[in-house]
């Protein structure tokens, strides 16, 4: 049988509980040595709310894309080494770092006078969480005892154990785009019940040595002729009426509480700009690719880049020409530094466009920026995407007599601008609608989406889009659903006679028809009615994504996908879009 902890333990341990204090220190010193510091301390609090470490410094403005040291502190009552030990064995604690926005925000349309407005308000701000890690156990805290002074009474001093963690956390960029960002660190602890083990003593499982066995109530009919070699037995210990065990105390989980949480102002220090250049058909790299690093004025402060890394899957990506920049290089608020990479696949095809051309590129920036004379933050810039290492589309007017390979699981789609470019027609009707070169759009979309999805999920059409003309590009993303063909021959006069011909249609008959044309069964619902991008820069590519609901089961068609430039008002219909078939 398995022992339960009796109510002095279970007790001890709400109360210790209870009497702890979790608290998070950002130095303002990254090597700060935190022993030291702890011995040459007097005892001395600033007040009520204020840290739990007075005398170490923190940071007051942190940085995007960096690596910096978050201590622990927990301040507990003194109790014995064993003691303490079973404790923080049985601690579980928490670290997490949220990006929010503090900005203002305008007040809603229909604000009243309602207080609670302002305290909704605040909770309903947008953040995001950066990082979430557990604290290991097997991590080697330092402990030391301390005398503190009382926040009521300055006379008495109150003994302290004071357990400290040292964690190194990466702060990264927050998914949402926020006008003035802020960060927090949220540390919860709680103390879990203590874990049961089961009895090793097996002799505990079976009767006792020299003990008499319960009478046998059933022995007088062992001696019936009936029962014969029967061998009935029943224990008297079976039916005497035993008192009933007093219920174990159950022990749960004691959260332990948690000083006030402090907001960090926040900024990126770099900011990293990707531009695409795709060189002449022949070339040995294809795509060049420039990396700009630009120092912010959020850092006020010098930025020295240390280590640039770049990789390619399924590629090679190479310095292009003499690179003069030797690393490191320190740059000011607003200076920018560009660096050129060659990029090539090592899987391409000669003359086909497949999705094996598209790979991932990885670009990753390793640098520090000096804040202060003793304060300097490491930092390291990711940045990930795809790219389309392809060859150019076929020339207006040809046609590409090869497949598109498709791989298990994925369908790709391309379309190019000599696909139906129309020119938007005027209020009269008399626009140009002829069909313009390449040079008049210089947009290439590639499309890539699963080959079998079941009815009731979502579709994701993956599309990616690359700049070829010289000026920027602002666009709009239109998916047009299947319209149902209608045969105009119904509405015709019919002749009856070589002397009569059919009627004729003016324009309001075919703005009739045209309105009165029904839609097929909804099969597919589009869950992005309208994609924006942009502005593109000259070739540059960006990387977005269309949604749909699937309805129905069978082949899945849209209309075509229109890509719309906003500056001009030219548009383009793209017919050629991955085949996927819904399953029920």
């Known amino acids: 049988m398995s022992a339960h902890p009796d109510e002095s333990k279970i007790r001890a341990s709400v109360e210790f509980a209870e009497a702890s204090l979790l608290d998070t220190i950002v130095p303002a010193i990254p090597n700060v040595n935190v022993q030291d510091a702890f011995y040459s301390w007097d005892g001395s609090s600033s007040g009520q709310g204020a840290s739990l470490l007075p005398f170490i410094e923190q940071r007051q403005f942190l940085l995007f894309d960096e690596h910096i040291p978050v201590y622990l502190v927990l301040r507990a009552p003194v109790v014995g080494k064993a003691i303490l030990k079973s404790y923080l064995s049985r601690l579980a604690i928490n670290l997490q770092a949220h990006a929010v926005d503090i900005g203002p925000r305008p007040p809603p349309k229909d604000s009243s006078s309602n207080p609670n407005t302002a305290a909704a308000r605040s909770l309903a701000q947008p953040k995001d969480l950066l990082y979430s890690e557990d604290i ?47 960060i927090y660190f949220a540390a919860t602890a709680s103390l879990k019940h203590i874990e049961q083990k089961p009895s090793v003593d097996g002799e505990d499982e079976y009767l006792e040595s020299n003990v008499a066995s319960p009478m046998n109530l059933l022995a007088p009919f062992n001696y019936d002729p009936a029962f014969a070699g029967k061998g009935l037995y029943l224990s008297a210990s079976r039916v005497t009426k035993v008192a009933p065990a007093k219920p174990a105390a159950h022990e749960f989980s004691r959260p332990l509480r948690t ?20 060189m ?65 696949s090592t899987s391409m095809t000669e003359g086909v466009r497949d999705a094996a051309n598209i790979h991932f590129f990885e670009i990753k920036v390793f640098g520090e920026v000096l804040l202060s004379d003793d304060c300097s933050a490491a930092i390291e810039v990711i940045w990930r995407s795809n ?16 497949s598109i390979p498709r791989g298990r699981g994925s369908s790709v789609s391309s379309a190019t601008s000599t696909q139906a470019l129309r020119r938007s027609s005027s209020a009269d009707g008399g626009g140009d609608q002829s069909v313009p070169s390449t040079n008049d759009f210089g947009i290439t979309i590639t499309f890539s989406g699963p080959e079998q999805i079941h009815v009731g999920e979502i579709l994701h059409w993956d599309i990616l889009l690359l700049n070829r003309s010289p000026q920027r590009r602002s666009l709009a993303i239109v998916a047009l659903p299947k319209r149902k063909n209608v045969e105009p021959n119904n509405y015709l006069g019919q ?40 502005p593109l820069a000259p070739g ?45």
């Open 495 to 534: 002749s009856e006679g070589d002397s009569i011909a059919c009627a004729v249609l003016d324009e309001h008959t075919l703005y009739s028809l045209q309105a009165r044309a029904t839609l097929e069964p909804v099969g597919l619902v589009n869950l992005s009615p309208d994609v924006r991008i942009g």
């Open 387 to 402: 790219v389309d290492l392809g060859p150019l589309p076929p020339a207006p007017g040809t046609r590409n007599s090869q």
């Open 136 to 182: 290991a156990q097997s991590q080697d805290p330092f402990i030391a005892v301390r005398a503190v002074s009382g926040e009521e009474d300055e006379e008495i001093d109150t003994q302290h154990v004071y357990v400290i963690w040292r964690k190194t956390i990466y702060l990264g960029r927050p998914k949402i785009r926020m006008q003035k960002p802020a």
């Open 540 to 584: 540059a590519c960006f990387q977005t994504s269309l949604e749909f609901l699937v309805l129905a089961p069978g082949i899945l068609h849209l209309d075509a996908v229109r890509v719309y430039d906003l500056a001009t008002q030219q548009f383009i219909d793209t017919r050629d879009l991955p085949d996927t078939v819904a399953l029920e």
């Open 259 to 278: 000083s006030n949480r402090k907001m960090f102002q926040a900024a990126p220090a770099l900011l990293l700009k990707v531009h695409y250049t795709r």
């Open 280 to 344: 002449p058909p022949g070339s040995k790299f294809p795509v060049l690719a420039s990396l700009t690093l630009e120092a912010t004025a959020f850092a006020s402060s010098v930025v020295r880049i240390e280590k640039i890394h770049t990789q390619l899957s399924n590629g090679t990506c190479k310095t292009f020409g003499i690179d003069s920049l030797h690393l490191p290089v320190t740059q000011s608020a607003g200076d920018e530094t560009t660096w050129v990479r060659q990029l090539a």
